[in-house]
């Protein structure tokens, strides 16, 4: 049976986005709780070994994969997004998973990625990839043989914040991620984590979510993507 556990979809503690009227994320886009034990024709997949099983997603690469797995969600774009997931480790190897914000019309950055949340047991990594780590330039200096110099690395520190947290292993969590304008904002099981301002996270046409396992044994439920505002004009 399914989980009649209620989902939250708000921060308790104070936030940067603590002054928005209420409802800002009003649009639904897409809402998933797996119940019908199968991926409905939205889902896209990439080098992804995932299945629904008994009511929930179950993150799998598939062995000797050079990638992990990724599920995705498509449409059309908009800038300000709430991702809101249930999620469990099942087991140490589990390492983290990703939600990712892309835009595949982007050809700025490698894949169109253009901001991420990470979460493992022990943090949450949130990395500006637009302006960041795979911003075209800089992901072909760290591929190539001299990799990326003192420079480099000192600007790639200011595209990512790292926040410490603790979570329990096959006990059911609630992540819920927001973007508005600049800014992500991270909340784990109805508490604020801390939030992250970079230029890259602005972009007005994101495209794409998705979740990606690294590298298995993580289970999820309850997967809502909403926008915020009005509806994003047509190019």
């Not at 760290?142 to 110099?149: D, E, F, H, T, V």
Request: aromatic share 10%; glycine share 8%.
């Amino acid at each position: 049976m399914k989980s009649s556990i209620v989902f939250l979809t708000f921060c308790v503690a104070a936030t940067a986005f603590a002054a928005d009227p209420a409802g800002y994320y009003n649009r639904t886009i897409f809402t998933d709780d797996f119940s019908s034990n199968s991926f409905g024709p939205r889902w896209g997949h990439y080098k992804s070994g995932s299945v629904v099983k008994d009511g929930v997603l179950v993150g799998i690469t598939p062995e000797k994969s050079d990638h992990s797995a990724v599920d995705n969600i498509r449409f059309p774009g908009e800038r300000d997004l709430e991702v809101s997931v249930k999620f469990r480790f099942v087991s140490e190897k589990a390492k983290s998973f990703n939600v990712w914000f892309d835009d595949k019309d982007y050809k700025g950055s490698h894949a169109g990625h253009i901001c991420s949340i990470s979460v493992s047991p022990t943090g949450v990594n949130i990395a500006d990839a637009k302006t960041g780590n795979f911003r075209n330039d800089i992901y072909e200096k760290r591929k190539s043989a001299a990799g990326l110099n003192d420079a480099d690395k000192a600007f790639l520190l200011t595209k990512t914040k790292r926040l410490p947290v603790k979570l329990t292993l096959q006990d059911w969590h609630t992540l819920v991620v927001r973007t508005k304008a600049d800014s992500v904002e991270v909340c784990l099981d109805g508490k604020a984590v801390g939030t992250f301002q970079s230029e890259g996270v602005a972009h007005d046409h994101k495209t794409l979510v998705s979740l990606t396992t690294n590298p298995v044994d993580v289970h999820y439920d309850d997967f809502n993507i909403k926008a915020g505002g009005s509806a994003a004009a047509k190019p």
